[in-house]
Structure formats: structure tokens, C-alpha cells
């Protein structure tokens, strides 16, 4: 019956890198039921970090990033000898059992990510993870501002008057009513990244008999990104 499986043998092109991008399933759902709060809920948000921070010290990317319920990693080293299917597989299941683990709670519904996979050359990972943050704004902008025009009106009134509206104008209405984006904290609006980052070591070398220092490189969870550029990808050496 082996021959039936005819999609096991899938690979990703050798010595590619690529994007692992998750997605939480019915997530809206999900934070009905556990009452998050809004428009951010911080335990949430330090829920998926160390989901993030769990798939960074189990799978070994070069950069892991999160926002919402989504999370992206990127690969230069790709596991499981580059087969789709595991890689699918594996890390989304990876991802939804850390996520219950680390909250603790009562799930209605077990929580599930769904998995895709994206081949990206050095030239687009910049392109790609702006991407992606520009998504985190936007989410930003329009969480803060439906949250703020249901304290105004009904569910279905406040949905019509945002769905008319665009980035710019929610950002207005906001601040014409007291509320500054440039105030709120910058993992609400950037995302959150994790990385290798090396750290300086004194010690006493006792053979040679003098202090000497070396670098050691640690896993950094980064709650205050930049705006991405490439000098930041470049500092941490995800491109060259």
C-alpha cells in the first residue's frame, strides 16, 4: 500500500531557504471562548512568544516572526531532509500543542494551526517579512479602532462604519478622539521577533593564566523591532 501515498516523496528544492508560515484555525472563535481581552490580550500575545521561542529552539531558523495568530520562520537549514508533508505536519502540530501547553486553559475546541510552505531567495526575505509587518499595522490600526467604535455602537453598526474606512482614516478617527497609536507598545504594531544574539563573556582562563573574553549567542525574544530594514537582517545575520 506504500505507493499510495503519493504525496510522501514531496520535497523543497535543495539548498533553498525557505518560509514556514503558520496560522491559527478559527482563532476568532477561539478568543470568543476564551474571552480575551481587547483589542490586544497580553498573556495571549506572551502565549504565542513562547510558542515562537518553542519552535526556535526545537526546529533551529534563522528568525522566527509573530503577530495576531500567525506566525512565520525562516529556514536556511530545512528539516525533516525537506519533506513537505512533514515539515507541514510536524511544526504546525508542534505549534498548537505548545500553544496549549503554555496557556493552561479549558479549549472548547483543541487549538490548530494550518501550514504552508514558501521558497524565498535572499533578495526577498526583506520584501517578505515587510510584509508581514505591514500586515501587523494594519491589524493594529483596526483592532484599536473597532474596539473603540463598539464602545460607541451596536456589533453591526460599528462593522459597517470600519468596513467603509480605510487605514488612514480609522488612524484619524482615533486620534480625533484621544486615542495616539505613536503611545501604544511596539510589539502591538511591529510584532514580536526571535533570534540568535551573541553576548560578551569575561572569564579567568586559568592556563594562560589572564581574563580573556568570547562571545556566546543566546535566543533573544525581541518585543521592540524596528521598522524591518536590512540593516536590522543584516545585523542578525539572516542576510548578507
Keep these: 500500500m506504500k505507493e499510495y501515498e503519493v504525496y510522501s516523496s514531496l520535497k523543497v528544492p535543495k539548498n533553498s531557504k525557505i518560509i514556514v508560515r503558520l496560522d491559527g484555525r478559527s482563532f476568532h472563535q477561539l478568543s470568543k471562548d476564551l474571552n480575551l481581552n481587547k483589542p490586544y490580550d497580553e498573556d495571549f500575545c506572551k502565549v504565542m512568544s513562547d510558542v515562537c521561542t518553542g519552535l526556535f ?5 534563522l528568525f522566527v516572526y509573530t503577530f495576531s495568530d500567525e506566525i512565520s520562520l525562516l529556514f536556511d537549514h530545512i528539516p525533516f531532509d ?4 512533514k515539515i507541514n505536519s510536524v511544526i504546525a502540530s508542534f505549534a498548537a500543542s505548545s500553544f496549549a501547553m503554555n496557556y493552561g486553559a479549558e479549549f472548547k475546541k483543541p487549538p490548530a ?10 533578495e526577498d526575505i526583506l520584501k517578505y517579512f515587510k510584509w ?3 500586515e501587523s499595522w494594519r491589524n493594529c490600526v483596526n483592532s484599536h479602532g ?10 453591526d453598526e460599528a462593522n459597517d462604519k470600519i468596513n467603509g474606512m480605510n487605514l488612514s482614516d480609522v488612524h484619524e478617527l482615533l486620534f480625533e478622539n484621544g486615542i495616539n497609536l505613536n503611545d501604544v507598545e511596539t510589539y502591538k504594531k511591529r510584532g514580536v521577533g526571535v533570534y540568535r544574539k551573541n553576548k560578551k563573556v569575561t572569564g579567568f582562563n586559568k592556563k594562560k593564566n589572564k581574563q580573556q573574553t568570547s562571545y556566546r549567542s543566546f535566543i533573544y525574544v525581541d518585543w521592540k ?3 524591518f530594514n536590512e540593516d536590522f537582517f543584516k545585523e542578525i545575520n539572516v542576510i548578507k
Design 57 to 61: 529552539k526545537e526546529f533551529s531558523p
Design 82 to 85: 525537506g519533506r513537505v508533508e
Design 113 to 122: 494551526f494550518d501550514s504552508r510552505i514558501i521558497p524565498i531567495s535572499d
Design 132 to 134: 508581514r509587518q505591514d
Design 146 to 155: 473597532i474596539f473603540y467604535l463598539k464602545s460607541k455602537y451596536s456589533n
Design 225 to 227: 523591532l524596528p521598522i
